[in-house]
């Protein structure tokens, strides 16, 4: 790790009761639906944070899968330290109560949620009953991607076998969920007629405005009319700048490929402030001196 990140992990474990085989295909979309779960609640939470998943072993007995999760950020951008050396054991938390919180919710908002003084939020479904857990953890109920992941790994779980359950573990709390536990976590909260989020791509000229030297922590880019934070998914390009063929300067700017993914609120407003951005090919490497050149800004308003 460089000296200009900060880095967290903490591990997860995967355990479907049962057997100790299980079929191809659902391993793969639990593998694939579990990272993208992490990145997405990563997101939600420090947009300047970069979280991924590893698969760390396979355990038999019943089928279980351990993950490593790795959390990085700046070390320029953090003023307070301790937040980010907890940050991927926080995340894994989220994650396991978004799933708590879904089978509480069965497939409904909540009626009402109360934040209290001892720091949690507290979540009343439509019976009156309440789940206690952190505010972050609302995540399920307002990220549609992080519903649809969730809601598809039950999905998928429940379709290989709809006789049995599985056991999230992180550290010594295991979350133990049954058959009629997963069909509630199966269901997906209703969208009251708002759009699904879209995702475009674009290609543009944006200036660097904060760069990070090893790893795959946020960049910041100013597009022209709008700053934003990015994930840069071009390893060519990240590993040129790791070696240090890219010397930065004041006024450097890339030309890239990008993909920009907005969500919409209950009118149908697009909430540009919570877009997901990712560089997905950057081209010539670092460019210099924009100031003194004619820039092509992409349109994605």
């Not at 944070?49 to 951008?77: D, P, Q, R, W």
């Not at 003023?79 to 938390?93: Q, V």
């Not at 789940?131 to 990220?143: E, K, S």
């Amino acid at each position: 790790m460089g000296g200009n990140l900060m880095e967290s992990r903490a591990e997860l474990s995967f355990r479907i009761h049962g057997d100790s085989e299980v079929d191809a295909n659902l391993l793969a979309d639990i593998l694939s639906n579990v990272a993208e779960l992490t990145q997405e609640i990563s997101r939600d939470q420090d947009p300047q944070n970069y979280a991924k998943m590893n698969v760390k072993a396979f355990n038999e007995g019943s089928f279980e899968v351990c993950f490593s999760a790795i959390a990085v950020a700046a070390a320029t951008l953090i003023a307070n330290p301790d937040y980010a050396i907890h940050f991927a054991s926080y995340i894994m938390k989220l994650l396991v109560q978004c799933f708590e919180l879904k089978k509480h919710l069965q497939g409904q908002r909540p009626a009402r949620t109360e934040d209290r003084q001892d720091g949690n939020r507290y979540y009343f479904n439509n019976d009156g009953n309440v789940y206690i857990g952190d505010r972050g953890a609302n995540v399920a109920c307002t990220n549609i991607r992080v519903d649809e992941l969730a809601s598809g790994i039950a999905q998928r779980l429940s379709e290989h076998n709809p006789s049995v359950g599985f056991t999230l573990g992180t550290g010594n709390e295991n979350a133990v969920f049954e058959p009629n536990d997963i069909v509630e976590i199966a269901k997906q909260f209703p969208v009251d007629g708002v759009p699904a989020p879209v995702t475009a791509t674009h290609n543009g000229d944006l200036i660097i405005c904060s760069a990070n030297f090893s790893g795959r922590a946020k960049w910041q880019f100013d597009s022209g009319n709008r700053k934003f934070w990015a994930t840069i998914d071009d390893d060519d390009f990240l590993d040129a700048f790791s070696d240090g063929q890219y010397p930065l300067k004041p006024n450097d700017y890339i030309n890239a490929d990008f993909q920009v993914t907005t969500e919409f609120d209950g009118t149908g407003m697009a909430q540009h402030k919570t877009a997901r951005y990712i560089i997905t090919k950057v081209h010539n490497g670092v460019q210099h001196d924009a100031r003194h050149k004619q820039l092509k800004f992409a349109d994605f308003d």
